[in-house]
């Protein structure tokens, strides 16, 4: 089973700033990723899949990158509604699961 | 619009079986697989299983296998989810999920419902 690290735990930052996240996976997952924001009380959402595809109605300031095993979502400039907790998570082929990381919560410096 | 609306929160005692619905609406129920994602209080998500509604075929995860059961109701658009032996452990938020999004691929989660609080107290 493939198995998804993110890095760091936690990210303080202010508003305004750069926020760049890890995903790395234990083995290949080509660019088959995709990253979730979930907020408080809230189901997550889709922000990025096929590792640097924008979902519907995602803000340009979200991007997503990488290939293989090392995988990074940033947010360029962080909006008051960014600060949530974010998730990598793929699909295995063998045996067929879908697997998240443990994810990074994005918090106000 | 795609709406996936979930059955409200559950009060069991361990040992008890819940059973969680999601029904959908805005997409043909039969078109995409339906997941189920387990989050304890403050903790990650994890994946559970799945159906698929055109033929009811299911994928569990191992971790779940043998206590969860996944079900899908063609005939009122509906998913359900049942987990057995319930133990304070199980006591968590559950989110049913389906594709059928601006991604176009199986493997991700484009909608989600609302979430089901599902408490496992003596």
């Known amino acids: 089973e493939i198995v998804l690290t993110q890095s760091p735990a936690t990210l303080s930052l202010s508003p305004g700033e750069r926020a760049t996240l890890s995903c790395r996976a234990s083995q290949s997952v080509s660019s088959y990723l995709a990253w979730y924001q979930q907020k408080p009380g809230q189901a997550p959402r889709l922000l990025i899949y096929?590792?640097?595809n924008r979902a519907t109605g995602i803000p340009a300031r979200f991007s997503g990158s990488g290939s293989g095993t090392d995988f990074t979502l940033t947010i360029s400039s962080l909006e008051p509604e960014d600060f949530a907790v974010y998730y990598c998570?793929?699909?295995?082929?063998?045996?067929?699961?879908?697997?998240f990381g443990q994810g990074t919560k994005v918090e106000i410096k | 619009e795609v709406q996936l609306v979930q059955s409200g929160a559950e009060v069991k005692k361990p040992g008890a079986t819940v059973k969680i619905s999601c029904k959908v609406s805005?997409?043909?129920?039969?078109?995409?697989?339906m997941h189920w994602v387990q989050q304890a209080p403050g903790k990650g998500l994890e994946w559970m299983g799945l159906v698929d509604p055109e033929d009811g075929e299911t994928i569990y995860a191992e971790k779940f296998q043998g206590r969860v059961t996944i079900t899908a109701d063609t005939s009122t658009d509906t998913a359900y989810m049942e987990l057995s032996s319930l133990r304070s452990e199980d006591t968590a938020v559950y989110y049913c999920?389906?594709?059928?999004?601006?991604?176009?691929?199986?493997?991700?989660?484009?909608?989600w419902g609302q979430g089901t609080l599902v408490t496992v107290s003596s």
């Open positions: 096929d590792a640097s």
């Open positions: 805005g997409y043909t129920f039969t078109d995409y697989y």
């Open positions: 999920a389906t594709e059928g999004g601006s991604s176009h691929n199986p493997y991700y989660f484009d909608y």
């Open positions: 998570q793929q699909r295995s082929n063998w045996p067929p699961a879908w697997t």
